[in-house]
């Protein structure tokens, strides 16, 4: 939290405007544009709501295929499997829980639409060879950004490269409102019916900007826009990104240093930074040798009154999906479900505890 949350949110409630594309809203929206060079950015209640955006405008149709890696969050398969897509999915690099770019093209059939991208931690997956790939095959790029606001990739922000992209600002994210996201499209021929499909189907829209002089349903939609009370909360936090961006890289600097000793030792995998990408500090993580180490690990932080946890479970191997995966074995995203750990990362967190829990991780490798 920066302090001014409350503030803004007073000031929205007396506007007695609180519904969806008040003045926060556009205040958000101008930020992401100026700041980023999105095309066209528009508030989501949530990432999930802005990937289910962009499976819309995709126009898929039952039968699609859908290239997602496996080590992500439900929603990055789930908005292309509510439009009757199939998951094809891909494993991760050794170095890094990002996909691994070099296999994606043996993936690739006939009935391929869309490759979805996920810049895990904040960390650029290597775009260059994706956008030749989708190029070459004509097909959609999708990032799921929830996580990589304000990273780059050759000194290009993240959410600037697919067709579409999406932002999360849940409450775990770098900049948060409880729940929230951003909907970016990159490509002028999409962004009229973003806006539409955002309002539930009508060209609402372009009425309020005196494009048409009524509106009504004109397409599928529906009602993924947030209220002006989210938008202040939210304004909030993106007026302080630097203040939080550089708090939260403090935090991860200091983490890295009192523990890269480890790395050196051959005892854990620290996160991996590529030469192209930058590091937003979304999260810390290690990468234990076994999962019975991880389970020590964390029993021996949590017995110093800290927590440490795990993170995605690979999604080919869900109870939702295991039954309808092709069968391929996928070791680098199982290799991430059962070792890796993520060690707290957040705004108030202090020198001291951030040594306490370090000085708590050494002492279990110690013994
Ligand atoms: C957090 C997250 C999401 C979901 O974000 P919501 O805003 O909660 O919908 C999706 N994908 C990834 C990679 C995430 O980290």
Redesign the pocket.
Known sequence: MTGTELDNIARAVTSGKISGDGGFTKRCHEFFKTKFGFKASLL????????EMGALLMKLEPGDEVICPSF?????ANAFVLRGAKIVFADSLPSHPNVDVSKLESLITKRTKAIVV???AGVAVDMDPVITLAKKHNLFIIE????AIDSYYKGKPLGGFGEFS?????E??NIQAG???LFVSNDDRFSKRAEIIREKGTNRSAFFRGEVDKYGWVDLGSSFLPSDIIAAFLWSQLENLDVIQNKRKQIWNRYYENLKSLEKEGKVQLPFLPSYATNNA?CFYMVCPTQEVRAGLIAHVRSKGYQLVFH?QSLHKSPFYADKHDGRELVQSDRYTDCLVRLPLYFELSDTQIDEITGSILEYFKN
């Open positions: 989501t209640t949530s990432c999930t709501d802005a990937l992500t969050f439900s929603s990055s996920v810049h895990y799921d950004a929830a996580q999406a932002f999360s600002f849940h775990t994210k729940e929230g996201g979304h995605y």
